[in-house]
């Protein structure tokens, strides 16, 4: 019964590999955030020439419609 017991408690524990395999942590997979298929540099850039274009057609207008005036 009690011969091999040297050699039993040297090898692995089963019950190690169960313990250890309740932490491990799942990775999931998170998607990208991506809108329109461009990175956030690329977002920031085309809202500011957005805004320089608004800024632009804005004043132009104005000063077509005569209510503001260069001099």
């Known amino acids: 019964?009690?011969?091999?017991?040297?050699?039993?408690?040297?090898?692995p524990m089963d019950?190690?590999?169960?313990?250890?395999?309740?932490?491990e942590v799942e990775e999931q997979y998170?998607?990208?955030r991506r809108i329109f298929g461009m990175t956030s540099g690329q977002r920031l850039?085309?809202?500011?020439?957005?805004?320089?274009?608004v800024l632009v057609m804005g004043a132009a207008c104005l000063?077509?419609?005569g209510k503001v005036a260069i001099f």
């Open 1 to 11: 019964m009690f011969d091999n017991l040297r050699e039993l408690s040297d090898g």
């Open 15 to 23: 019950f190690e590999d169960e313990r250890a395999r309740l932490f």
């Open 30 to 32: 998170v998607p990208e």
């Open 45 to 53: 850039v085309l809202a500011i020439m957005l805004l320089a274009t």
């Open 63 to 65: 000063l077509v419609m």
